[in-house]
């Protein structure tokens, strides 16, 4: 029992990570074949993997409703929510428009879930313009160094800074196309170490972090 | 530093953003050399060609990408090109359907001919294998449960190897970088960015590696591409409100940063 | 705009409206009605994303072509394949009972095995290689039968925007490389780092106050559209209501906006 719950997991890692690794240099039909069937069943699991993360929601507003902890109210709110657009949704087979004509849940997708995740983040503009005004001082070398990188940049990104002062417009060409390119490919080169470090620590079950469901890993 | 209730920047900023949009003051918009890069590239392409628009992003990014995606659908509709649109957003499903069919009426288009709207589909990098593999693998039907195999623009098209041109226009995560290590590294095909201004700055060493031949970055990037293809837009339109906002922001940079200087050398005086 | 809105369009309209104020009004303060906004946006969003899943996954992926499969040639082995995702799928579900959750391990080993092996070639490939390669620019190139170093700092690929970006990437490398202190020499490459760090942040910066401000403009663009008499000034009246609202529960302080979600 051991078996399946330890080992059979790390084998069935070690042998698919090991596979598809050598199957990008083997171009034979068997190799491409086997990726391109897994690729295919990978979107089908990944569908399985997203209710996960939804079930796990349900569970903790259902709980705050039964036990009528503050503010269960909103989780009712999030509930109704949720079983409106799922009873219409269905209702129209999934689709938003039919016959080139709105559905109800296209209704409901234009004119709630699009203005309430586009004001949800668009609130930010007010908070990044406080956080400038509080916090962005010229403390040190460096930090004056950033300030005045990014006030070049914010005057030779829009027409009115490219029109008062028209040098900003080949400084900021010249800070993104050459130094903040140099900077990104830097840390891009390290992370992507460090990600084909992980990966080869997973294939060979050295980092098991990923298993979890249960005690023994 | 002099405390002003955050509340009173608030109001400065809505200000600035409200009146230009309301009385615009209309300055041009100049073209940077990787807007232009992917606006001659599709120029060049023949009519027929395969140009694949993925809408890799949701609402909270709408007025950034949005207005690409509509400058870059019409270029490509006059061009008679053969769009193929799909999206690896999942929230940004119904949106992508939305913009598309809404440029393609206006250009007088055929779904299943012109173009086709293949919609969601989850697995982000196995989907992008999965496309290159066998595109009617990865998407046996169209967005509207239509079959692909047999439609009219996807003639010829088996999967990622026979797309003449990608872009992608990405927020974030399951965008660009994806479509570049999972597609164009081993499936060859030409691809282009556009982003939001967050991830732009992340974006130029591919930009400049060649792994993109383009990158439109942005509300500016986007209004830079309506003024390529003679067509003003929403970008064109919220640049003049960007100016002001990017203005009130440094003058409230340069006054925090006049105060602190002011009284630290107070403090500082009398010792 | 002329002529009469659909009922559905004008509806929309105000409902729209509502819910970008109920979310702006947390510029005012945490408070109920950006609560129930906050809740609608999450139901809402779960609601689509079910739906969406179902129909694409368990449908359009997996119920769909398996039948026809089966229906064609129902003895063939090969038509049966679909049911290996569709197990190893179910498989991920019983994480749901805990007697049983040690099954999940198998399906996230297949699905997490898979990605780790996809993404070594191409992440050496793409992000490290390739870069690598872009970083090794020749410095001097052979024009018009005479060799040449270009000072044009407006090319990219210039030989001083060369040295440049071959001084960045080292620098920067160099700083967060913490097996060996940083002094002497060490310090003052790695204070160089820090140097095109700093300038490359500050871009950042930058970059992000236009898109911020760009997605405000959007939600703007959306309320002056829909302030119109076509539509029947939501704008204006919704506004009103809210700022009502939020005076009414500011003076009669209804509720505490302590943090429960």
């Known amino acids: 029992m051991i078996f399946f719950r330890r080992q059979l997991p790390l084998i069935i890692t070690f042998l698919m990570g090991a596979m598809f690794a050598l199957q990008y240099y083997i171009p034979h039909p068997v190799s491409e074949g086997a990726i391109t069937a897994v690729s295919n069943w990978m979107q089908i699991i990944t569908g399985f993997a997203m209710i996960l993360g939804i079930a796990s929601l349900f569970h903790v507003h259902f709980l705050k409703i039964k036990r009528q902890v503050p503010g269960w109210g909103y989780s009712l709110i999030l509930y109704l929510g949720m079983i409106i657009t799922m009873i219409v949704g269905f209702a129209s087979h999934g689709d938003t428009t039919i016959d080139g004509g709105q559905t109800m849940f296209g209704w409901i997708y234009d004119y709630t879930m699009v203005p309430l995740q586009a004001t949800m983040f668009s609130i930010l503009a007010f908070f990044i313009a406080s956080a400038a005004y509080r916090a962005f001082r010229a403390r040190s070398r460096e930090a004056a160094v950033l300030l005045s990188a990014a006030v070049v940049v914010m005057m030779g990104r829009v027409p009115l800074g490219q029109f008062l002062l028209p040098f900003t417009w080949d400084i900021t060409q010249w800070l993104l196309n050459v130094v903040n390119s140099a900077v990104r490919r830097a840390i891009l080169i390290g992370v992507s170490m460090g990600a084909v470090a992980l990966s080869i620590k997973i294939i060979l079950g050295i980092e098991r972090s990923y298993l979890g469901g249960g005690k023994d890993h | ?271 | 705009m002329s002529g009469q809105l659909p009922t559905a369009m004008v509806l929309g309209a105000w409902v729209a409206t509502g819910l970008t104020l109920l979310i702006f009004s947390f510029l005012y303060k945490d408070n109920p009605l950006f609560k129930v906004g906050e809740h609608l946006y999450v139901g809402v969003s779960v609601g689509y994303s079910v739906v969406l899943t179902y129909y694409t996954v368990f449908n359009r992926l997996l119920s769909v072509p398996l039948s026809k499969e089966i229906a064609e040639k129902p003895m063939a082995p090969g038509s049966y394949v679909l049911l290996i995702p569709a197990l190893l799928g179910l498989l991920m579900w019983a994480r749901f009972f805990p007697k049983i959750a040690w099954l999940s391990r198998i399906s996230f080993a297949f699905v997490v095995g898979f990605g780790s092996g996809v993404a070594i070639p191409r992440t050496i490939s793409s992000y490290i290689l390739k870069q690598i390669e872009d970083t090794v620019n020749p410095l001097i190139t052979l024009l018009n039968g005479g060799l040449s170093f270009s000072m044009n700092f407006a090319v990219p690929q210039s030989g001083i925007n060369t040295i440049i970006l071959v001084i960045g990437v080292t620098s920067v490398l160099f700083y967060f490389f913490f097996s060996i202190e940083h002094t002497g020499p060490a310090n003052a490459v790695a204070r160089t780092g820090i140097f095109f760090l700093m300038i490359a942040f500050g871009a950042a910066f930058g970059y992000t106050v236009m898109s911020r401000m760009s997605l405000l403009i959007g939600r703007f663009d959306d309320l002056i559209a829909y302030s119109s008499k076509d539509f029947g000034y939501p704008t204006i009246i919704l506004l009103g209501l809210i700022i009502f609202g939020l005076w009414y529960w500011q003076r009669h302080n209804i509720d505490k906006p302590e943090g429960n979600s």
């Open chain 2, 1 to 271: 530093m002099i405390s002003i209730d955050r509340r009173i920047i608030f109001l400065l900023i809505a200000l600035a953003t409200l009146l230009p949009l309301l009385h615009p003051f209309g300055l041009p918009i100049k073209v940077s050399p990787e807007v232009q890069v992917i606006y001659d590239y599709i120029e060049n392409l023949p009519e027929g060609s395969v140009f694949l628009l993925s809408f890799d992003f949701d609402p909270s990014s709408k007025p950034e990408l949005e207005p690409q995606a509509i400058a870059l659908l019409r270029h490509a509709f006059r061009k008679n090109l053969r769009v193929i649109g799909m999206t690896h957003w999942l929230p940004g499903t119904a949106l992508a359907d939305s913009i598309f069919s809404r440029v393609a009426a206006e250009t007088g288009k055929k779904p299943g001919k012109d173009y086709v709207f293949l919609g969601w589909s989850p697995g982000a990098g196995s989907l992008i294998i999965s496309m290159g593999q066998d595109l009617y693998k990865a998407f046996p039907t169209d967005y509207y449960k239509n079959p692909t195999k047999g439609m009219p623009v996807l003639e010829g098209v088996r999967n990622l190897r026979d797309v003449n041109y990608l872009i992608s226009l990405a927020a974030g995560s399951a965008g660009i970088e994806m479509w570049y290590v999972f597609g164009k590294d081993k499936y060859r095909f030409e691809m282009g960015g556009g982003s939001t201004g967050v991830i732009a700055p992340g974006l130029y060493p591919f930009l400049r590696s060649g792994q993109i031949n383009g990158l439109i970055g942005g509300l500016q990037g986007a209004a830079e591409y309506e003024t390529l293809i003679a067509r003003n837009g929403t970008a064109i339109a919220g640049m003049d409100a960007q100016s002001a906002t990017h203005m009130v922001i440094i003058i409230l940079v340069l006054l925090c940063n006049l105060f602190y200087f002011i009284l630290r050398n107070e403090k500082e005086g009398p010792m």
